[in-house]
């Protein structure tokens, strides 16, 4: 399609001059003859048509990536890292370009979206130093025989990534299956496929026909994608109904799955801490900056009795620095919701709340100055008072929307932390270190910050517990879950001629 650009508050923009699928090498119009049209959340306008990829899209890109897959296995490790290397650099050096069109498309701040592609070059540049870490064992056997283990890559993986990062998680998900040896196929969020678009433009000629594929689709091109008899693992970040249909469609082939899912996050603050800072801590934890839409975020804060009051009054002053704006512009410190649709939704989640006697002490509002007409924002809204078991602090609306909730005695505490079937993140904050080790360890979570909130750290595993989640990201164990091991027996009698 023809190169078009679209007025931004930061300047012309430049959308991907592609809008297919990438499968092969090269790009493909979608058998499905089916196109979605993309919405800038800032604004509601329509963007440009986009590829909706259907079954047939899915088996050709599934059925190019076994090619590439043959190919690239056979790919000796350091080159394979040079590749990588290659393509953190093509991010970098198109940085600006794709964090102002993730703004754009996704509704997250220009000013966040940066990092994001950094982080996504981190991350190949990462993995691309760990590959000749994939090492097998010896196992001993005695003078007549040799065992021996060793790392291949499992084929084939097709990852769904979500639309809260779609840059970060569109090419940070390639990295550790690419290092591994895999060929990769990346279904990019319906609502965000610009930014992963783009990326396939810049690194499209690093890669050989079939190693990485893009499918732009819906729930149709995921769920061929899991039920593919081409694709041997498949990943997603998304909800937990979500990878519960990706598991079940899994099954039917006893395929691998790595399931990055939702999350109602507990902040646990104690008695011994300073108000002011926990308080700017657990606005923090919110990430109102991308509208909470994040799995991450300790969307219910446990504050105890001692420091409940001035907490409450500090994180609804917190609140003020976080103002709702065009995502493209770089001042603005709050973005938009994804669609009306979702932003609707956790309104009247608030609206019920408010209702039925929940006491607001910030937001609950859509913002009607400061910001562009037809867009999807909401203020950062935060209840206090609330109860344990309320819908405010059991469940996930992936929304600006926080509950604090005080507390007394510690056990009642943790048993109303344990009460949800979930477990990705938790913050404990705390200046008694017995404590912070007793908490850190009773809390069911795969990831557990100690005086710290919402920062990952590159080598450390991400991952949740319960129904948030299987594998972990960000880490060697990321790399080494894309291969499977084999082992090999030798024994060194003679077979031939006596």
Same mark, same amino acid.
């Given at each position: 399609m023809?190169?078009?650009?679209?007025k931004t508050a930061s300047g012309e923009l430049r959308l991907p001059a592609s809008n297919g699928v990438f499968y092969g090498g090269s790009w493909h119009a979608p058998v499905s003859e089916r196109w979605t049209d993309v919405v800038a959340p800032g604004t509601g306008e329509r963007l440009m048509a986009v590829a909706d990829a259907g079954i047939q899209d899915v088996a050709r890109a599934a059925s190019a990536a076994r090619a590439g897959a043959r190919l690239w296995r056979r790919t000796a490790p350091l080159a394979r890292a040079a590749v990588l290397r290659k393509m953190a650099q093509r991010l970098r050096e198109n940085a600006k370009e794709l964090a102002l069109l993730d703004a754009l498309d996704c509704g997250n701040p220009v000013s966040e979206m940066g990092s994001d592609v950094m982080v996504a070059a981190a991350l190949l540049d990462f993995f691309a130093g760990l590959v000749t870490e994939l090492k097998g064992d010896t196992i001993p056997m005695g003078h007549d025989a040799l065992d021996y283990t060793e790392r291949e890559p499992v084929g084939v993986v097709a990852r769904i990534v979500a639309y809260n990062h779609p840059l970060l998680f569109a090419m940070g998900k390639l990295a550790a299956p690419l290092a591994a040896g895999n060929a990769v196929i990346i279904k990019p969020p319906v609502q965000a496929p610009l930014s992963a678009l783009r990326c396939a433009e810049l690194i499209a000629d690093l890669l050989p026909?079939?190693?990485?594929?893009?499918?732009?689709?819906?729930?149709e091109a995921g769920a061929a994608l899991a039920a593919?008899?081409?694709?041997?693992?498949? +990943?997603?970040?998304?909800?937990?109904?979500?990878?519960?249909?990706?598991?079940? =469609?899994?099954? !039917?082939?006893?395929? &691998?799955?790595?399931?990055?899912?939702?999350?109602?996050?507990?902040?646990?603050?104690?008695?011994?801490v300073d108000p002011t800072r926990v308080a700017n801590a657990i606005v923090d934890g919110m990430n109102f900056t991308w509208c909470g839409q994040s799995c991450g975020s300790t969307s219910r804060a446990f504050v105890h009795r001692a420091i409940?009051?001035?907490?409450?009054?500090?994180?609804?002053?917190?609140?003020?620095?976080?103002?709702?704006?065009?995502?493209?512009?770089?001042?603005?410190?709050?973005?938009?919701?994804?669609s009306r649709e979702h932003r609707d939704r956790v309104k009247q989640a608030i609206d019920t709340a408010v209702a039925q006697g929940a006491r607001l002490i910030a937001g609950g509002g859509i913002p009607?100055? +400061?910001?562009?007409?037809?867009?999807?924002?909401?203020?950062?809204?935060?209840? =206090?008072?609330? !109860?344990?078991?309320? &819908?405010?602090a059991t469940e996930e609306f992936f929304g600006p929307v926080l509950a604090l909730i005080p507390w007394d005695d510690e056990q009642e505490m943790l048993a109303a932390v344990h009460s949800l079937d979930v477990g990705l993140t938790a913050a404990i904050w705390t200046a008694d270190l017995a404590r912070a080790?007793?908490?850190?360890?009773?809390?069911?979570?795969?990831?557990?910050?100690v005086n710290e909130i919402g920062k990952h750290f590159l080598g450390a595993p991400y991952g949740g517990a319960k129904q948030s989640g299987i594998g972990r990201d960000e880490c060697i164990g990321e790399m080494i879950s894309f291969t499977r091991e084999k082992n090999v027996h030798i024994n060194f009698r003679t077979v031939g001629p006596a």
């Open positions: 023809a190169t078009h650009t679209h026909p079939g190693v990485f594929s893009l499918v732009p689709g819906g729930a593919s008899p081409d694709v041997d693992m498949i +990943g997603l970040v998304g909800s937990i109904a979500t990878g519960r249909r990706v598991m079940q =469609a899994a099954a !039917a082939r006893l395929k &691998p799955v790595a399931l990055e899912l939702g999350g109602k996050n507990p902040f646990i603050a104690c008695p011994d409940y009051d001035e907490v409450c009054a500090k994180v609804s002053q917190a609140c003020a620095a976080f103002v709702p704006g065009d995502p493209t512009n770089p001042a603005t410190t709050m973005g938009a919701m994804i009607q100055a +400061g910001v562009p007409a037809g867009g999807f924002y909401l203020e950062p809204t935060v209840f =206090a008072d609330v !109860a344990a078991d309320s &819908p405010l080790h007793r908490l850190a360890r009773e809390i069911d979570a795969g990831f557990v910050w």
